[in-house]
Every structure is written in structure tokens, then in C-alpha cells.
């Protein structure tokens, strides 16, 4: 256990407002600046612990103030999340791409890549990745089309500390995850996935043939690995005249 002695600043010891308060105050304030966006996975209590320079008790305190608030969730044997500012209800489907999903059905599609380079992620998808603010990360921005036409932009991050040279495998052809596990060998294992629906902005609009404003379907994910570490995080525009996305719902 950690004594409660130094810590992050921002923390004071020498003023009335009790520990766990401030630690509390100090992860709204990561939340609200974007720091720790929906879905960040916080660190493991002791690390917290340690990074604050408290107690686990003081810790597990500030978290339970903002358990109850309603900004950070967790999920056993999974940990502690920052909280979506939408409703997601759980949705059981398997972990597959568009393209293992298109092969599957027998549909015929074609794939043009926009970009496939090492880049500076921003801030939120560091935090997602789990990486240092400026670790190069792959940015793959693909439009997949059938013969109706195009059916999905899609926006990949991925981590080069654990797939280096990543940005030389040519995509047109080649599945993210099938070079993520063929080529690399990672065991990829889970995945949180969130719908939403969107007005077209131009980018998307004139990648899918829509008009701008047009509602598209918007797929947000993180991938993680079987030893839990995230590999992926991906922003996908679904062009929902063209294609629909079916779940599986199981009833325990």
C-alpha cells in the first residue's frame, strides 16, 4: 500500500478538502479537457495509487464519488472505464471486419486506400491506444465499395510498438486484423464497439456518393489483445442505403 505522502500536483495535504475529493475533482478535470475520453481504460488501482501518492482506500474512495456520478463504470475482469455520453446497450456479435463479413457472404468488394502512414495521434486516441502523446501510430483511411458503390470510409489507429513496419503492407487487398494476426502473430481477442448516427460532413459525403447532411451510421471501436493490451482503434462511416449492420441478441 502506498502512504498517503507526495503525490501528483494539482494535490494539496496542507488544505481542508480531503484527499479523495481532490483526486476526484482531478480526473473530472482529465475527462472534461478530453485527456480521458469514453471508453479510456484507467490504469490498474495500485498504479493509480502510486501515481497519486495515496492510499488504494483514498483511491478506490474518489473512484466509488465518480462511480456514482456516473462518469466512470468498471467491468469485472476487465477494470475501469470513462463513461460513454451515450447509451449503449450490449450488443452480443461476433469480432469480425467488414471484409471477413463481406468474404463470408460471398460479396464482391473492392478496397481503396486513401492513406497508410505514421502519424502523431491526436490526444484522445493516444489515451484509447494506450501510448505516450507522439508515439507514431499507422493512420489507414480506406473506402471499401461493392458493385453498388462505396459502402463504408473507415479510419484506422494502430499501434507500430506492436506491429512495426505495418505501414509498408500494401491494404488494398490485405485484412487489418488478417496482418495483425497472420503477419505479426497477435491474438487479437476483444473489442468495445459503439453505434451512433451522423449527418454526413464532406469528407464522408463525397467518399460514400452521399449529399452532405445525409444520415450515415457511424461504428466506433477498440481492439484489444488477449493479454488486454489495446492494438486498434478505428472510426468507420457506413453508408446505411447500401449496407446494414445485423446483431445477433442472445437472451440468457
Known amino acids: 500500500m502506498t502512504a498517503d505522502n507526495g503525490g501528483l500536483p494539482g494535490i494539496k495535504r496542507d488544505v481542508p478538502t480531503a484527499i479523495h475529493v481532490q483526486i476526484s475533482e482531478h480526473i473530472r478535470l482529465r475527462i472534461a479537457s478530453g485527456e480521458w475520453p469514453p471508453h479510456y481504460r484507467l490504469k490498474s488501482e495500485p498504479e493509480l495509487a502510486q501515481e497519486f501518492g495515496v492510499s488504494r482506500g483514498t483511491l478506490r474512495r474518489a473512484l466509488t464519488t465518480l462511480i456514482e456520478e456516473g ?11 470513462v463513461t460513454s455520453t451515450t447509451i449503449e446497450p450490449a450488443i452480443a456479435q461476433k469480432l469480425s471486419t467488414l471484409s471477413e463479413d463481406f468474404a463470408d457472404q460471398g460479396v464482391v468488394t473492392t478496397t481503396t486506400v486513401r492513406e497508410c502512414a505514421l502519424i502523431a495521434p491526436p490526444k484522445p486516441v493516444a489515451a484509447l491506444l494506450d501510448v505516450a502523446p507522439g508515439t507514431p501510430v499507422l493512420r489507414l483511411v480506406r473506402v471499401r465499395r461493392t458493385e453498388q458503390g462505396p459502402v463504408a470510409l473507415l479510419f484506422n489507429f494502430v499501434r507500430t510498438d506492436l506491429a512495426p513496419g505495418i505501414e509498408n503492407i500494401d491494404f488494398t487487398s ?26 454526413a460532413g464532406p469528407d464522408v459525403a463525397s467518399s460514400l ?25 478505428s472510426d468507420v462511416w457506413i453508408h446505411s442505403g447500401r449496407l446494414r449492420v445485423t446483431s445477433l441478441l442472445l437472451r440468457r
Open 209 to 233: 456518393d452521399l449529399a452532405e447532411g445525409d444520415p450515415v451510421q457511424y461504428l466506433q471501436q477498440v481492439t484489444y489483445l488477449a493479454d488486454d493490451r489495446p492494438v486498434e482503434y
Open 174 to 199: 490485405a485484412s487489418l486484423f488478417g496482418v495483425l494476426e497472420g503477419t505479426y502473430g497477435l491474438k487479437i481477442a476483444t473489442a468495445r464497439r459503439t453505434f451512433g448516427a451522423e449527418a
Open 71 to 81: 462518469l466512470l463504470r468498471q467491468v469485472r475482469g476487465r477494470g475501469t472505464f
